[in-house]
T-cell receptor, first 113, second 114 residues
């Protein structure tokens, strides 16, 4: 596609539920990144994929968070047993190769009530 | 641990004014530095990317400088317009350990008044 697509754009869920957030990167981009942005803050790194593998998952806050990219294209960020503190905008970005500039999607706004 | 600070947190100027946004970082071992623009409810748009070996980059009315040794970057916006109103974010990529992650500042919220 022309840009990075994230779905849904908004997600409201109840505390304790499981959610999945999807990212479609630009076609041919091998590097994919997930960031989380809380209100009034800059984005914080969560995880980076090079191809199908997670090259750096040091930003995942705890084991309730997990991400996959099984075919090296679409990625899904999965959050189990959601907590109110997980409420944030989840941003996905892709780049043609590591070291190139990023293209960000519009994000998914997650609200846990 | 890399920390990025942006000053001021918010800035309001009349249309036509030239302005400077500041970014500082604590670890000078960076691979590159990027300036992004974020509109309300939207993702980030990359404005300028400066490699660690470069001193500045220009695009239209925007000019970004980098002084790696002092841990500082500035974004200069000439002849500001109401359409420039947005939050501007600075981010650095570390040079050590093959890290691909960006470390962001909290941003400067710019309002340009007509």
């Amino acid at each position: 596609g022309a840009g990075v697509s994230q779905t849904p754009s908004n997600k409201v869920t109840e505390k304790g539920k499981y959610v999945e957030l999807r990212c479609d990167p630009i076609s041919g981009h091998t590097a994919l990144y997930w960031y989380r942005q809380s209100l009034g803050q800059g984005p914080e790194f969560l995880i980076y994929f090079q191809g199908t593998g997670a090259a750096d998952d040091s930003g995942l806050p705890n084991d309730r968070f997990f991400a996959v990219r099984p075919e090296g294209s679409v990625s899904t960020l999965k959050i189990q047993r959601t907590e109110r503190g997980d409420s944030a905008v989840y941003l996905c970005a892709s780049s043609l190769a590591p070291g190139n500039g990023y293209t960000f999607g519009s994000g998914t706004r997650l609200t846990v009530v | 641990k890399q920390e990025v600070t942006q000053i001021p947190a918010a800035l309001s100027v009349p249309e036509g004014e030239n302005l400077v946004l500041n970014c500082s970082f604590t670890d000078s071992a960076i691979y590159n530095l990027q300036w992004f623009r974020q509109d309300p409810g939207k993702g980030l748009t990359s404005l300028l990317l400066i490699q660690s070996s470069q001193r500045e980059q220009t695009s239209g009315r925007l000019n970004a400088s980098l002084d790696k040794s002092s841990g500082r970057s500035t974004l200069y916006i000439a002849a500001s317009q109401p359409g420039d109103s947005a939050t501007y974010l600075c981010a650095v990529r570390g040079a050590s350990g093959g890290s691909e992650k960006l470390v962001f500042g909290k941003g400067t919220k710019l309002t340009v008044n007509p």
